[in-house]
C-alpha cells in the first residue's frame, strides 16, 4: 500500500504466506513505482518478510526495510485496515469454490474496486486513483 494515496500498489495470493509471495507483491509494486525515488517497505518481523529473498530484492530495489517493533500491532494500522475491508467486503460474503475464483475477485477488488472506486476518508473522500489524478500524481514514496 502506498500511505500516501492508500492506493494498492503490489499484491499477490498463495495457499501459505512465503517470502515467494512477498517478493511477487514487491515486483508488483516496483514496477507501478518504478519511478518513486525513496521508499520505504514496513511489514511485522514474519520470517516472509526477513528472508534472505526478500532482503535481496529490497537491496536490488534501493528499497529501505522498516519493522515493527516486537508486539507492536498498531505500527501497521493502515493496511491492516485494508485487510479488515477486505475481508468485511468481499471474502467473507463469498463462498470461492477454488483458489482461482478466490483469486480473480480479490484481484478484481483491488484493482477496479479499491483503488478506483472505493472513497477513504483520509483523503478527502476520493478513491486512491482520483486522489492521486488531482495531486499530479506525487506519491510520498511510502510503501507498507
Not at 83 to 108: G, P, Q, V
Amino acid at each position: 500500500m502506498d500511505i500516501y494515496s492508500r492506493k494498492i500498489i503490489g499484491w499477490s495470493t498463495g495457499s501459505r504466506t512465503s517470502s515467494e509471495l512477498v517478493t511477487k507483491s514487491l515486483q508488483m509494486a516496483v514496477t507501478q513505482r518504478e519511478e518513486a525515488g525513496a521508499v520505504i517497505f514496513h511489514s511485522d518481523r514474519g520470517s516472509q518478510y526477513t528472508s534472505t529473498e526478500v532482503r535481496a530484492m529490497l537491496k536490488e530495489n534501493a528499497i529501505t526495510q522498516s519493522m515493527s517493533s516486537t508486539g507492536n500491532c498498531y505500527d501497521n494500522a493502515v493496511t491492516e485496515s485494508f485487510f479488515h475491508a477486505l475481508k468485511a467486503e468481499l471474502t467473507h460474503w463469498n463462498n470461492y469454490k477454488t483458489r482461482e475464483e478466490a483469486k480473480r475477485s480479490i484481484f478484481e477488488y483491488i484493482g477496479i474496486f479499491y483503488n478506483r472506486v472505493r472513497l477513504h476518508s483520509s483523503i478527502g473522500y476520493l478513491s486512491p486513483v482520483d486522489f492521486e489524478e488531482i495531486n499530479n500524481g506525487v506519491i510520498n514514496k511510502k510503501v507498507a
